[in-house]
């Protein structure tokens, strides 16, 4: 057969640099992720066998086998699973199409230490080129089940590699790797001696499903003199369905590093067994951190489903809402078919019964951290409240656990949070609302002219900077009586109660105004529903606010990036009575027959109260000339 030869894209020779001269000091990784693929292979056979009988492979013993030639100086990692036909070997080996490759160099970069580093090889799906770590070339000779022809796959990492297709090749995928020297000051250990091997797959891969089989050097001769038998290498235990005390949490971590693609620890381990009318076990973790595709669209999140110790489904998001889509983890049903199909779960009220349970254990062992260690919920918030926020506006059954657990920035905690009964609980008797106000970041926000009144009175706002913020507080509405409102919505008259101007006082400044505010209305019809007076500005000359059922601009923004077509309203100008600017230009309204100007100094002002909000002025050029225009008059 003819071999081809390709070159790696620029980014893969990136990569395949850094694997070959490793920046992760523990080596021993590149056996484990090789054994994860394989494993993943096994699980995919088996299904495709359940759910297509008339499959041409043979799944009667099914397992991973490790074979040593200290000869050689090779390591086989082999599998006889689904195994890949041509065009998916040159897809997914040669060109890393789907391991998102240039966000891994980018996270490389950023990460802070080791342990977050070596976590990112199984997280973006690059763990094959692990093997670069500890060898000077790698062959892959793999033949997918029902296919005739198999393909070889060989590069030294150098910036190329070839294709051959073959026609011995057995069922599935086998790796070898022709080791380099033992490098021990470089954490390159002798990965032909067999005790290491022993020793890495006890340490990651014990928990495999599948048999792990040793298959020992060529030389190798049993007590007999007949060459020895495979020996396996792992238990193959369930951890889920073994009571928390029989389990280390070692054990525990690696069963998460092995189905979260994740090398760091889990943030929480959480542990359910449902027995009665429908019996299954759940080992759910709460990841430490958030993974880099939390919030991409049409990626498949959802936890391991198994029948009766069966694999069925790597990526089951029926068993959690998607507002938990985070949560890694398996569960293991006893009274389920063996040939469930995605629909089937959707409409299955034994699924619908176990997400119900799923649910309220990850919410109430959110509670548990939230109250018994504030260190560890302050991660998990840090990480995760942004996503379980979405949890308030889609799934109202829970809203009740979903605010209890949930925590936001104020005014009032400088580098904290504050829970919306924290908030309750420390307002003034005559405070009847709980005050938010959202935005893009916290600095954004807590200098913005809406915020002025409530700064200067002390009154306490929650600072909402997450783009689902703008969603969720108008669909709770209120919490323990009290409503939220927004501080850039409707009317707040936070001068009620200390506003010591009499009643006639008010009435002459608003008949004051009156000539000014209706003839800016007009001026500026095409932009504001109307111009009031302000009770929110202290030192801005004008703000602009929604009408409390009005959709603010940053949800306008949003339902259009999704598709959704929507009007865009009309907003209000409230202008500031007690500004410089503001009365010297009721004055020249009440002087001048010619407002030409005027109208010029109203367009300035509601340009004003845009850019101070952090939008973009209608005319950006016209606004730049009027500004022109008026600096120049002052110098």
Same mark, same amino acid.
């Given at each position: 057969?003819?071999?081809?030869?390709?070159?790696?894209?620029?980014?893969?020779?990136?990569?395949?640099?850094? #694997?070959?001269?490793?920046?992760?000091?523990?080596?021993?990784?590149?056996?484990?992720?090789?054994?994860?693929?394989?494993?993943?292979?096994?699980?995919?056979? %088996?299904?495709?066998?359940?759910?297509?009988?008339?499959?041409?492979?043979?799944? @009667?013993?099914?397992?991973?086998?490790?074979?040593?030639?200290?000869?050689?100086?090779?390591?086989?990692?082999?599998?006889?699973? &689904?195994?890949?036909?041509?065009?998916?070997?040159?897809?997914? &080996?040669?060109?890393?199409?789907?391991?998102?490759?240039?966000?891994?160099?980018?996270?490389?970069?950023?990460?802070?230490?080791?342990?977050?580093?070596?976590?990112?090889?199984?997280?973006?799906?690059?763990?094959?080129?692990?093997?670069? #770590?500890?060898?000077?070339?790698?062959?892959?000779?793999?033949?997918?089940?029902?296919?005739?022809?198999?393909?070889?796959?060989?590069?030294?990492?150098?910036?190329?590699?070839?294709?051959?297709?073959?026609?011995?090749?057995?069922?599935?995928?086998?790796?070898?790797?022709?080791?380099?020297?033992?490098?021990?000051?470089?954490?390159?250990?002798?990965?032909?001696?067999?005790?290491?091997?022993?020793?890495?797959?006890?340490?990651?891969?014990?928990?495999?499903?599948?048999?792990?089989? =040793?298959?020992?050097?060529?030389?190798?001769?049993?007590?007999?003199?007949?060459?020895?038998?495979?020996?396996?290498?792992?238990?193959?235990?369930?951890?889920?369905?073994?009571?928390?005390?029989?389990?280390?949490?070692?054990?525990?971590?690696?069963?998460?590093?092995?189905?979260?693609?994740?090398?760091?620890?889990? =943030?929480?381990?959480?542990?359910?067994?449902?027995?009665?009318?429908?019996?299954?076990?759940?080992?759910?973790?709460? /990841?430490?951190?958030?993974?880099?595709?939390?919030?991409?669209?049409?990626?498949?999140?959802?936890?391991?489903?198994?029948?009766?110790?069966?694999?069925?489904?790597?990526?089951?998001?029926?068993?959690? /809402?998607?507002?938990?889509?985070?949560?890694?983890?398996?569960?293991?049903?006893?009274?389920?078919?063996?040939?469930?199909?995605?629909?089937?779960?959707?409409?299955?009220?034994?699924?619908? #019964?176990?997400?119900?349970?799923?649910?309220?254990? !990850?919410?109430?062992?959110?509670?548990?951290? #939230?109250?018994?260690?504030?260190?560890?919920?302050?991660?998990?918030?840090?990480?995760?409240?942004?996503?379980?926020?979405?949890?308030?506006?889609?799934?109202?059954?829970? %809203? $009740?656990?979903?605010?209890?657990?949930? @925590?936001?920035?104020?005014?009032?905690?400088?580098?904290?949070?504050?829970?919306?009964?924290?908030?309750?609980? %420390?307002?003034?008797?005559?405070?009847?609302?709980?005050?938010?106000?959202?935005?893009?970041?916290?600095?954004?926000? $807590? @200098?913005?002219?809406?915020?002025?009144?409530?700064?200067?009175?002390?009154?306490? !706002?929650?600072? =909402?900077?997450?783009?689902?913020?703008?969603?969720?507080?108008?669909?709770?509405?209120?919490?323990?009586?009290?409503?939220?409102?927004?501080?850039?919505?409707?009317?707040?008259?936070?001068?009620?109660?200390?506003?010591?101007?009499?009643?006639?006082?008010?009435?002459?400044?608003?008949?004051?105004?009156?000539?000014?505010?209706?003839?800016?209305?007009?001026?500026?019809?095409?932009?504001?529903?109307?111009?009031?007076?302000?009770? %929110?500005?202290?030192?801005? /000359?004008?703000?602009?606010?929604?009408?409390?059922?009005?959709?603010?601009?940053?949800?306008?923004?949003?339902?259009?990036?999704?598709?959704?077509?929507?009007?865009?309203?009309?907003?209000?100008?409230? =202008?500031?009575?007690?500004?410089?600017?503001?009365?010297?230009?009721?004055?020249?309204?009440?002087?001048?027959?010619?407002?030409?100007?005027?109208?010029?100094?109203?367009?300035?002002?509601?340009?004003?109260?845009?850019?101070?909000?952090?939008?973009?002025?209608?005319? /950006?050029?016209?606004?730049?000339?009027?500004?022109?225009?008026?600096?120049?008059?002052?110098?």
């Amino acid at each position: 057969m003819s071999t081809e030869t390709f070159e790696f894209q620029v980014e893969a020779r990136q990569l395949l640099q850094l #694997m070959i001269h490793s920046v992760y000091s523990n080596k021993d990784v590149f056996l484990r992720e090789l054994v994860s693929n394989a494993s993943d292979a096994l699980d995919k056979l %088996r299904l495709a066998k359940l759910r297509d009988d008339t499959l041409d492979a043979d799944v @009667s013993d099914l397992h991973i086998e490790l074979e040593i030639d200290r000869d050689a100086r090779t390591l086989t990692v082999r599998d006889n699973g &689904i195994g890949m036909s041509y065009d998916e070997v040159g897809e997914l &080996i040669g060109t890393i199409a789907n391991s998102g490759t240039a966000q891994f160099l980018k996270e490389l970069k950023e990460a802070q230490d080791t342990a977050g580093a070596e976590g990112l090889i199984g997280q973006f799906g690059v763990g094959f080129y692990s093997g670069f #770590m500890v060898a000077d070339e790698v062959t892959l000779v793999t033949r997918r089940a029902g296919e005739k022809q198999g393909t070889r796959w060989c590069s030294r990492g150098e910036g190329t590699y070839t294709l051959e297709r073959v026609d011995d090749a057995p069922q599935g995928t086998s790796v070898v790797l022709h080791l380099k020297p033992a490098d021990p000051d470089n954490q390159l250990h002798d990965y032909t001696s067999v005790w290491k091997i022993k020793e890495i797959v006890k340490r990651y891969s014990d928990f495999i499903t599948w048999p792990i089989r =040793l298959v020992g050097e060529k030389s190798e001769k049993g007590d007999d003199g007949e060459a020895a038998g495979p020996e396996t290498l792992n238990s193959m235990k369930a951890l889920w369905a073994r009571s928390r005390d029989e389990v280390s949490e070692d054990e525990y971590h690696e069963l998460y590093k092995h189905i979260g693609h994740d090398w760091r620890e889990p =943030l929480e381990t959480i542990q359910l067994h449902a027995e009665g009318t429908f019996e299954y076990q759940a080992l759910l973790f709460v /990841p430490s951190h958030a993974p880099h595709d939390l919030f991409r669209q049409n990626v498949r999140h959802g936890l391991q489903l198994y029948v009766k110790r069966v694999f069925i489904m790597d990526d089951c998001e029926a068993l959690l /809402p998607a507002y938990l889509r985070f949560v890694k983890g398996v569960v293991d049903a006893q009274d389920l078919s063996l040939n469930v199909s995605r629909e089937i779960l959707q409409q299955d009220r034994h699924i619908r #019964m176990m997400q119900r349970r799923l649910t309220k254990k !990850v919410l109430s062992s959110v509670k548990s951290m #939230m109250t018994g260690d504030p260190e560890k919920y302050a991660t998990f918030w840090r990480e995760f409240g942004a996503v379980l926020k979405e949890g308030l506006v889609t799934d109202p059954d829970n %809203r $009740d656990a979903l605010l209890a657990v949930a @925590s936001f920035a104020s005014t009032h905690e400088e580098g904290g949070a504050v829970t919306l009964k924290q908030y309750v609980e %420390r307002m003034p008797e005559d405070q009847d609302d709980i005050y938010y106000i959202t935005g893009e970041s916290r600095e954004a926000i $807590d @200098s913005s002219p809406h915020m002025e009144a409530f700064r200067e009175r002390g009154i306490e !706002v929650l600072l =909402l900077t997450d783009p689902v913020d703008e969603v969720w507080a108008d669909a709770v509405g209120e919490f323990e009586g009290k409503r939220l409102r927004s501080v850039a919505k409707g009317e707040i008259d936070l001068d009620a109660r200390e506003d010591d101007r009499s009643e006639d006082e008010q009435k002459q400044q608003a008949e004051a105004y009156a000539g000014l505010l209706g003839w800016m209305r007009e001026r500026l019809d095409d932009d504001v529903k109307e111009v009031r007076l302000s009770t %929110r500005l202290t030192r801005s /000359p004008a703000c602009l606010v929604a009408d409390a059922d009005d959709l603010t601009p940053a949800l306008e923004n949003m339902y259009r990036a999704m598709g959704q077509e929507v009007p865009r309203s009309k907003r209000i100008l409230e =202008l500031n009575p007690d500004h410089a600017l503001v009365k010297g230009l009721n004055e020249a309204f009440g002087e001048r027959e010619d407002r030409s100007e005027l109208t010029d100094t109203a367009e300035l002002l509601h340009a004003l109260a845009v850019v101070a909000e952090g939008g973009r002025p209608k005319d /950006p050029a016209r606004f730049v000339q009027l500004m022109a225009d008026r600096l120049e008059r002052t110098l």
